[in-house]
């Protein structure tokens, strides 16, 4: 999950993302911050990675007004919430036009920031669902995984490596049953898809991607053939649906 900051004014940015990266503290959550001066860089930006859960946006900007940018936004991003802050308060009316959550006026109070925050959790962001352990077998017996855990699940020779977010191998026991019967408890979560006859990769756990593979967040990599082109776009629905 992220949040994604932009100002064009450097010192507001830095003192913004230090409110928000206290509220994260406070609440331990787990959440990313990512920063931007300029709003073309977040087009870009989301374009490549996927929504935000939450956006907090200046409207007075020199490139791009906030407004234009939530507008863009809202093209792929329909229902993440969005909280303005300027020192121009005659554009309040403006922001609602693009469903705005909140607006703030600066200088930005860190007690009402907060309140929104919460009110942004509270309402907007679905908790999710725990999910269940994966079991698997090898041959030095059971091992159980979480799911968030495991980066990618391959096919080969006749068994499954599981792929793990800290780098780790783990291979099951060899099997005569076919990949998709093997993988069946991976099948069925929704985070995970099919991206190669042999791979099973986690959404949950993707950084970006490119014509041919899909890069994690621990930097491995892992192939999107032709047959499977459309997992591209099945993963940006996935985040864009998340706000990841």
Do not use: W
């Amino acid at each position: 999950m992220r949040i994604t900051l932009c100002d064009d004014e450097g010192s507001q940015l830095a003192l913004i993302s230090s409110y928000v990266l206290e509220y994260i503290k406070r609440e331990k959550l787990d959440i990313q911050i990512k920063k931007f001066l300029n709003p073309r860089e977040l087009l870009h930006y989301e374009g490549q990675h996927g929504g935000s859960a939450i956006y907090l946006l200046d409207i007075v900007m020199d490139s791009m007004s906030g407004l234009e940018l939530a507008q863009r936004l809202r093209e792929y991003n329909p229902k993440a919430p969005i909280i303005f802050f300027t020192t121009a308060p005659e554009f309040s009316l403006d922001a609602f036009s693009v469903h705005a959550f909140a607006y703030l006026l600066k200088p930005l109070d860190k007690a009402k920031l907060f309140s929104e925050l919460d009110k942004c959790f509270t309402y907007c962001l679905p908790v999710k669902k725990e999910e269940p352990f994966i079991t698997i077998k090898t041959a030095e017996g059971l091992i159980s995984l979480r799911p968030e855990q495991i980066n990618a699940v391959e096919y080969f020779d006749h068994r499954l490596v599981y792929h793990l977010h800290d780098n780790r191998k783990i291979e099951t026991v060899s099997s005569r049953d076919r990949f998709d019967k093997q993988a069946a408890d991976i099948a069925a979560l929704e985070t995970f898809i099919k991206c190669a006859s042999s791979y099973f990769v986690n959404m949950r756990n993707i950084l970006s991607i490119s014509h041919q593979c899909f890069e994690m967040k621990n930097g491995a990599k892992f192939p999107i053939t032709r047959k499977y082109a459309a997992t591209k776009d099945i993963f940006l629905k996935y985040k864009f649906r998340e706000g990841d």
